[in-house]
């Protein structure tokens, strides 16, 4: 069977893109709200449930997203009903996957960045007639600019490896769900180990080029 090389690359790529944008932009808004609302009720429990992607197995997600979008589910029948199909094994539940395991890393970067500012600057654009939106992106988003690039920069290296759940709740379907970590264990499982070595240098030079980044912005805003 004809292997194509670049698909699994270009597959991660696009997956890791879209769900690490999505991240990206849950990370912060809760983390905002987190910071903003430090006497809510019911915060431990919130955060908890935000971080559990971090501690859980994979596999454990994997389990639980097929259980939640499952056709018996409700929120799968729903799916089924407006779509005709079901959401898993398919592109989409490879996103859904990646942006569950990746969400945590953003979400600690954003609130550590937030966190940081100086409230009393804040409050002075407040006095000076800013409205919440403008705070929050005048301000609030430039001087945790840092915090908010370092946590992206992980968010997408976490969505582009992310391996167990994608093959529990996506499967493997090259060409359609088999991206790169996937490719690598079963070209590694079938004996291919020299393309399995392909795609493992693919991974630690687009992983070495994301650090390079963070570094080069940390040195020129530090």
């Known amino acids: 069977m004809q292997i194509d090389f670049w698909a699994p690359i270009k597959l991660s790529i696009e997956i890791a893109a879209i769900s690490g944008l999505l991240a990206v932009f849950l990370g912060i808004m809760s983390a905002r709200i987190m910071v903003k609302r430090q006497s809510m009720k019911g915060r431990m429990l919130i955060e908890t449930f935000f971080l559990l992607p971090i501690?859980?197995?994979?596999?454990?997600?994997?389990?639980?997203?097929?259980?939640?979008?499952?056709?018996?589910?409700?929120?799968g029948e729903l799916i089924y009903t407006l779509f005709n199909q079901s959401i898993i094994f398919t592109w989409s539940a490879a996103a859904i996957a990646s942006t569950v395991v990746a969400f945590p890393l953003m979400y600690q970067s954003a609130k550590a960045g937030f966190a940081a500012v100086d409230q009393e600057i804040e409050d002075a654009a407040r006095v000076d007639g800013g409205s919440e939106w403008k705070v929050f992106w005048r301000i609030s988003?430039?001087?945790?600019?840092?915090?908010?690039?370092?946590?992206?920069?992980?968010?997408?290296?976490?969505?582009?490896?992310?391996?167990?759940?994608?093959?529990?709740?996506?499967?493997?379907?090259?060409?359609?769900?088999?991206?790169?970590?996937?490719?690598?264990?079963?070209?590694?499982?079938?004996?291919?180990?020299?393309?399995?070595?392909?795609?493992?240098?693919?991974?630690?030079?687009?992983?070495?080029?994301?650090l390079v980044v963070v570094q080069i912005f940390q040195r020129t805003h530090s």
């Open 55 to 75: 501690v859980l197995p994979p596999t454990v997600i994997g389990f639980l997203l097929v259980v939640i979008f499952g056709q018996r589910s409700p929120v």
């Open 141 to 210: 988003i430039p001087l945790s600019a840092r915090a908010l690039l370092a946590g992206a920069i992980l968010t997408f290296a976490r969505a582009l490896g992310e391996f167990g759940a994608t093959l529990m709740f996506a499967g493997n379907i090259p060409g359609k769900t088999q991206t790169m970590p996937i490719a690598i264990y079963m070209a590694f499982e079938s004996g291919q180990s020299t393309l399995a070595w392909a795609w493992v240098g693919m991974m630690i030079l687009m992983s070495i080029g994301m």
